[in-house]
T-cell receptor, first 115, second 114 residues
Framework: SQKIEQNSEALNIQEGKTATLTCNYT??????LQWYRQDPGRGPVFLLL???NEKEKRKERLKVTFDTTLKQSLFHITASQPADSATYLCALDSSGAGNNRKLIWGLGTSLAVNP | NAGVTQTPKFRILKIGQSMTLQCTQDMNHNYMYWYRQDPGMGLKLIYY???????DKGEVPNGYNVSRSTTEDFPLRLELAAPSQTSVYFC?????????????FGPGTRLLVL
């Protein structure tokens, strides 16, 4: 069955460092992959989307890579700030064809940026 | 735009009671979703809809019902509340044209069944 894995352990880093979160998937080939941020008690908020034919995507201090051979995406936050502390979720389209609007969600990785 | 709104924010139900969780979006999105999120369990899809009058089951539909009479509204009905339905419920919607289904979430409804 389709499976997504994210770092289960919380990630603690020092302010100003780069945070790197991992999303691995098995048993299918998604057309795109998305990253969301979720703060406690709130709904997830979309951050970035990367397609299967894109190796890297950037938005301000955020960078996402997508390696379809390794079946892995890396999510980087550079010059991290305490305000970046949250849970980050990885999500992939369930069909693999890019035309199915249902997403499969990882459990998320909790990031804590210490001042 | 208000985006996706959900009511109520919090509710306590007794076993066997029923209730409707309301969800409204003002972005003219065709696709709408209901998820539940339990601690450490991630988002589980309950039901989804691809447009007014069309709904389909997700991973965990048992104990729930939905309807979609308008583009804007997608209520979730719990008929006989059970303790296993204690959770946080999120409604989401996604863009109708092109794109890759980026989802916009509401603030959630926290439900406690005792």
């Amino acid at each position: 069955s389709q499976k997504i894995e994210q770092n289960s352990e919380a990630l603690n880093i020092q302010e100003g460092k780069t945070a790197t979160l991992t999303c691995n998937y098995t048993n299918y080939s998604p057309a795109y992959l998305q990253w969301y941020r979720q703060d406690p008690g709130r709904g997830p908020v979309f951050l970035l989307l990367i397609r299967e034919n894109e190796k890297e995507k950037r938005k301000e201090r955020l960078k996402v890579t997508f390696d379809t051979t390794l079946k892995q995406s890396l999510f980087h936050i550079t010059a991290s700030q305490p305000a970046d502390s949250a849970t980050y979720l990885c999500a992939l389209d369930s069909s693999g064809a890019g035309n199915n609007r249902k997403l499969i969600w990882g459990l998320g990785t909790s990031l804590a940026v210490n001042p | 735009n208000a985006g996706v709104t959900q009511t109520p924010k919090f509710r306590i139900l007794k076993i066997g009671q029923s209730m409707t969780l309301q969800c409204t979006q003002d972005m003219n999105h065709n696709y709408m979703y209901w998820y539940r999120q339990d601690p450490g369990m991630g988002l589980k899809l309950i039901y989804y809809s691809v447009g007014a009058g069309i709904t389909d089951k997700g991973e965990v539909p048992n104990g729930y019902n939905v309807s979609r009479s308008t583009t804007e509204d997608f209520p979730l009905r719990l008929e006989l509340a059970a303790p296993s339905q204690t959770s946080v419920y999120f409604c989401a919607s996604s863009s109708p044209s092109g794109g890759a289904g980026t989802q916009y979430f509401g603030p959630g409804t926290r439900l406690l069944v005792l």
